[in-house]
């Protein structure tokens, strides 16, 4: 039996490797498995992703390597039993939004405020309350729809949420608001 061989694979996202008994082995890295035979020294590269695989996605961009800068975040990352917070942006204006996601009814966003104290955030840093389907006011206890961000209880009742429109394109989620340009990602 050989020493063990040590093999690294080193990716732009990440660096695999394995120690080798034998005369081949393989690791792995970014999705691809790298098998090779010490003997002949030679390495080669098995189950390629397929061209759906590795390709560019759009919202990372495609020629110049740049994100959409409406891109949120992947549907399956919006919760549904709390929310996710990012930033619209509109020149040097930020607004601070939340979404939620409804199972069979897609993705909403509002400004992140509740309209009966404007500075007191319905996300304040670890998602909104939910209970049966309603946002609720850490605060104060007002009710909020999901969809339209009606108010039904508590001090605030009748008003509602500013609504911030997002929209799905292939699985992604991306702010649609004519008001900003931009978002930052979720934080
Ligand atoms: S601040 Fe939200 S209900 Fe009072």
Same mark, same amino acid.
């Given at each position: 039996?050989?020493?063990?061989?040590?093999?690294?694979?080193?990716?732009?996202?990440?660096?695999?490797?394995? +120690?080798?008994?034998?005369?081949?082995?393989?690791?792995?890295?970014?999705?691809?498995? @790298?098998?090779?035979?010490?003997?002949?020294?030679?390495?080669?590269? !098995?189950?390629?992703?397929?061209?759906?695989?590795?390709?560019?996605?759009?919202?990372?961009?495609?020629?110049?390597?740049?994100?959409?800068?409406?891109?949120?975040?992947?549907?399956?990352?919006?919760? %549904?039993?709390?929310?996710?917070?990012? %930033? !619209?942006?509109?020149?040097?204006? *930020?607004?601070?939004?939340?979404?939620?996601?409804?199972?069979? !009814?897609?993705? @909403?966003?509002?400004?992140?405020?509740?309209?009966?104290?404007?500075?007191?955030? $319905?996300?304040?840093?670890?998602?909104?309350?939910?209970?049966?389907?309603?946002?609720?006011?850490? #605060? +104060?206890?007002?009710?909020?729809?999901?969809?339209?961000?009606?108010? *039904?209880?508590?001090?605030?009742?009748?008003?509602?949420?500013?609504?911030?429109?997002?929209?799905?394109?292939?699985?992604?989620?991306? $702010?649609?608001?004519?008001?900003?340009? #931009?978002?930052?990602?979720?934080?």
């Amino acid at each position: 039996m050989r020493d063990s061989i040590r093999v690294s694979v080193e990716s732009d996202s990440e660096e695999a490797s394995v +120690h080798v008994h034998d005369d081949a082995g393989e690791v792995a890295t970014d999705g691809v498995t @790298f098998r090779f035979s010490i003997d002949g020294a030679d390495v080669t590269e !098995a189950d390629t992703p397929s061209d759906e695989d590795t390709s560019t996605r759009a919202h990372e961009g495609s020629d110049d390597g740049e994100r959409d800068p409406r891109y949120i975040a992947p549907v399956t990352e919006i919760p %549904t039993d709390s929310t996710l917070r990012c %930033t !619209a942006v509109d020149g040097n204006r *930020t607004t601070e939004i939340i979404l939620r996601r409804e199972r069979d !009814a897609g993705v @909403f966003a509002w400004r992140n405020s509740c309209p009966h104290k404007p500075n007191v955030p $319905l996300d304040p840093g670890d998602g909104a309350i939910i209970d049966d389907d309603r946002i609720v006011c850490h #605060a +104060h206890g007002a009710r909020f729809e999901c969809g339209d961000g009606f108010c *039904t209880a508590g001090p605030c009742r009748g008003d509602a949420l500013d609504e911030i429109d997002v929209e799905v394109r292939d699985s992604d989620v991306y $702010l649609s608001d004519e008001r900003f340009a #931009a978002c930052n990602l979720p934080y």
